[in-house]
């Protein structure tokens, strides 16, 4: 029965992880448009999840864990818009480097990965219970 309980820490653990990524995701999505303030200021940056494995020892398992929350630091997109309140001395605003189709494909493929963790969850579930059954019988 503890090989069952450690399925659903595992998945538990992916589940969490992958919480955290679509957070992120939703983040970035709802900022695409966030520009700064004032002239020459950065616009909002995209933020991208690290993982990391860690051996747990105990159970003799690879475990999955945010590491970090990093920021992109890919260019900024430039448009021309003198009329923006950001704009610099030749009309150009700094655009945040977020492209909204990466981050739904991002954010699908994070779905998927939580959806996987869940049914591996449902499925040790189930068979505790069944386990469960026959030793009741």
Same mark, same amino acid.
């Given at each position: 029965?503890? %090989?069952?309980?450690?399925?659903?820490?595992?998945?538990?653990?992916?589940?969490?992880?992958q919480?955290?990524?679509?957070?992120?995701?939703? /983040?970035?999505?709802?900022?695409?448009?966030?520009?700064?303030?004032?002239?020459g200021?950065?616009? !909002?940056a995209?933020?991208?999840?690290?993982?990391?494995?860690?051996?747990?020892?105990?159970?003799?398992?690879? /475990?999955?864990?945010?590491?970090?929350?990093?920021?992109?630091?890919?260019?900024?997109?430039?448009?021309?818009?003198?009329?923006?309140?950001?704009?610099d001395?030749?009309? !150009?605003?700094?655009?945040?480097?977020?492209?909204?189709?990466? %981050?739904?494909?991002?954010?699908? %493929?994070a779905?998927?990965? !939580? %959806?996987?963790?869940?049914?591996?969850?449902?499925?040790?579930?189930?068979m505790?219970?069944?386990?469960?059954?026959?030793?009741?019988?």
């Amino acid at each position: 029965m503890t %090989e069952l309980n450690q399925a659903m820490s595992l998945a538990a653990q992916g589940m969490k992880a992958q919480g955290t990524r679509m957070r992120v995701i939703s /983040e970035n999505m709802a900022n695409s448009e966030t520009t700064a303030k004032t002239a020459g200021g950065d616009p !909002y940056a995209r933020q991208m999840v690290t993982f990391e494995t860690l051996m747990n020892r105990k159970t003799d398992s690879t /475990e999955v864990r945010v590491d970090d929350i990093i920021r992109d630091t890919s260019d900024f997109k430039m448009q021309y818009d003198p009329a923006h309140p950001a704009a610099d001395d030749k009309g !150009y605003v700094k655009m945040p480097n977020v492209n909204v189709l990466i %981050e739904m494909m991002d954010m699908r %493929e994070a779905q998927r990965s !939580y %959806e996987a963790n869940l049914g591996i969850i449902d499925m040790t579930r189930s068979m505790l219970n069944r386990t469960i059954d026959l030793l009741r019988a």
